[in-house]
Structure formats: C-alpha cells, structure tokens
C-alpha cells in the first residue's frame, strides 16, 4: 500500500538543479552571503512584496534572532495553537511566554484577550498566522500601539499569501518564514526575516553571522544563522516553479471542499475572505456528530496508509517546559483546547494525485457504512 503523508517536499527535475551546482562548484563560493544568497534575497523580496528580507538557515534561527535584533525581554504574548518553535524562540532569549486563547473561528490568536494578558513588563507580541489565515493585523497592532508593544509574526505557514491587496508579511515590526522542506516554498532547512529597512536587514544580517559588523568589529552576541549557497540555489529554482505548486494545492483544496461538503460532523473551516491564499494546509474539525472522535478517524486513516496530523496537538502549553506557567493552566485556553482536540490535517501538497485525495475522502465519507 502506498503510503501518503500529510506533506511531500516540492522537487522540481533534478537535471535543472545541476547548472547551480555546476556555479558552486566553479566559483567555490560556498556561504556567506554568496552570489545565490544575494540573488535569491533580491527575487523573494520582489516576488513576496516586501522591501528587504534577510535568509536565513531555518525559520527557528530566524524567530529567535528576529527577537534578539529588537531587543525583546520580559514578557512576550503568544499563541499555544502553533509549532513549539514559535515559543521555544521565546524561551531561547530568556523571554517568559504569556499563552492567550485562540479565536474559534480563525485559529489565530483572538484581539479580544490580549489586553487582559499585558503587565508591566510585556514588551511584544508574537502571533502566529496558523495554516497561512492571516491574524487580525489591524486589532493587535492597534493594542501593540496602545502600550508601545512590538509585533513579531510567525508568517513561517504564510509564504506569498496577500491580505487586502498586498503581501501580509508587511504587517508588524518584523515577520519570519520557514522554508523547511515541508513548507509550502523549501531550500531543504531555510527560513528568513522580512525587514521594514535597510538599517534593520543590516542589523540582522550583523546578529546571524555572530555579530561582525565588518573584518574585525564584532557588536553584539550574534549566532551562526547563515543560509549556505546549495539551498540559495535550491531556492532560486523552487521559485521559478512555486506558482505552478500553489495552482496545483488550490484545486486540492477545492476537490477536498467539494467531496467533504455532504458529510455530517465534518467541517472545513472557510478561506478567510480578502486574502491571496497559499493552500498550505487542509484542516477539517471532526464534531461530535461524526461516528468517530478525531484519534479514531486518524488511526483508520493510518490503517489505510493515509499520514494525516493532528496540527496542532498537544498544544505548546502542554509541553513539561511550558506547563507550569501560570497562563497555560486548561481553564485560560478553552478554544485552543477544543480545537486541539477537533483537528485533523489531510495530505496537500502539489504531487498528491486525484485519485489519492479521492480515497481518502471516500474513507472518511464512508466510516459507518
Ligand atoms: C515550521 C515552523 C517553524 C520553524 O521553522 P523551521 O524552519 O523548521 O525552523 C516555526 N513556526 C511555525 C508555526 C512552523 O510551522
């Protein structure tokens, strides 16, 4: 039985790859800021929309040196419905994270609790825009502005994804992408800061080569994050090819609304409106009037060789680091709880075949029958 997991890396054919290799290996130009490095820097901050963006090595260098660069301490806002990254970057910078609740219908953090949860020493906020749906911007900036917070989004689900006409990533006072290879856009392990300026992207780029800020001057505890020349061109190439990828996610993700519609006690969350959407992820909620709890559905897709995830369970404020904080007590975070509990995420990714999303469609139709 072929497996299917609930994501398949994007390759494009080999032999276009062999050209950049062919570059490296002629030039021997192999990091630090390479000539792929900065080509691929100019052309993603040209096709996202942004002004400047910094690469990175993975997305989690990026969080916690995004955090390092504005000088973030004490306490940090944040949602527990993520990847353990977004609040492991906290911690990493000896940042106390505060969990806030979900709102129901968007996954993202709600505005409407945010305010209860800042004290004196809360310095920013660090919302999630969970399966590429953007955050209300427009609220939590309003707060961030109100108490003189800073804003940093974990964007790493948000690859290209627009809102009201323009990229997303141009909300807030930093923004951060992940280009692991299960990302919608992948250089292997890659990830990047999107930088309102030149002085900021020069900042960053001093903090993720240890902090020279030339030959021999070294300003700050900078960490080795640098994004190597094979991923650089890895990158290039993946972008000639990502707008044929999103094409292919955007009809999975209609044939899954289509053959899913009729089924009682599933549902698909809607496209949030206003928005360009990236199709990253397909979750569905498994309610109390399907035949089986969520586990159950996923272990009979497991049977079948169907990998789907649970994204995001356990919630981060479950984890033994996280637990005794006095804002990951249950009682704080109905809504991320009972989405944890509800979530199932169904295999999208561009080569997944329509007679694969038709199985497992009939699986789940057919449960009971
Ligand atoms: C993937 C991911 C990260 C981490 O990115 P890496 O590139 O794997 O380090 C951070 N936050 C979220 C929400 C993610 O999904």
């Known amino acids: ?59 989690t260098l990026a969080l916690v040196t995004a955090l ?38 968007t996954f993202n953090l709600d505005p409407d609790k945010i305010e209860a949860a800042i004290t004196p020493h809360t310095s920013a906020i660090l919302p999630v825009h969970v ?49 692991h290879a299960t990302k919608v856009f992948n250089t292997f392990e890659g990830g990047a800061i999107i930088c309102p300026d030149a002085k900021t992207k020069k900042r960053i780029d001093d903090l993720k080569n240890f902090g020279y800020a030339g030959e021999v001057t070294v300003v700050a505890t900078g960490i080795n994050a640098k994004m190597n020349e094979v991923q650089a061109a ?4 993946q972008l000639k090819h990502v707008d044929k990828a999103i094409g292919r996610r955007h ?3 209609a044939q899954y609304r289509e053959q899913l519609s009729s089924v009682s006690g599933i549902t698909c969350p809607p496209l949030p409106a206003d928005t360009t959407h990236n199709y990253s ?12 709890l969520r586990d159950e559905l996923n272990d009979r897709l497991r049977q079948n060789g169907i990998y789907a995830r649970r994204y995001f369970y356990p919630l981060i404020s479950e984890f033994p680091m996280y637990r005794g ?42 449960i009971g029958s």
């Open 1 to 59: 039985m072929k497996k299917i997991y609930v994501t398949q890396p994007y390759l494009p054919p080999l032999e276009e790859f062999i050209p950049y290799l062919e570059q490296i290996w002629e030039s021997k130009w192999l990091t630090n800021g390479g000539p792929f490095h900065q080509e691929l820097e100019s052309k993603l901050a040209d096709y996202l929309g942004v002004e400047h963006l910094a690469l990175f090595a993975n997305g």
């Open 68 to 105: 390092k660069s504005l000088r973030i301490a004490g306490e940090v806002i944040t949602t527990p419905f993520s990847f353990v990254a977004s609040a492991h970057s906290l911690l990493w910078n000896g940042i106390k994270p505060v969990f806030v609740d979900i709102h129901p219908e």
């Open 131 to 179: 399966y590429g749906h953007p955050c209300d911007v427009e609220r939590i900036e309003k707060i961030a502005d109100t108490y003189g917070l800073k804003v940093i989004y974990d964007a790493a689900h948000a690859f290209g994804v627009g809102y009201k006409g323009q990229s997303l990533l141009r909300n807030g006072d930093l923004s951060i992408l992940s280009f």
């Open 234 to 237: 890895f990158g290039l190439l």
């Open 251 to 253: 009809k999975i993700d």
């Open 281 to 292: 992820y397909f979750p569905i909620l498994i309610e109390k009037e399907y035949l089986l």
């Open 325 to 366: 904080l006095p804002s990951a007590v249950k009682a704080n975070l109905p809504f991320a709880r009972k989405k944890a509990d509800q979530v199932l995420c169904l295999p999208i990714y561009p080569d997944l075949e329509n007679e694969s999303i038709a199985r497992i469609t009939s699986i789940i139709k057919n």
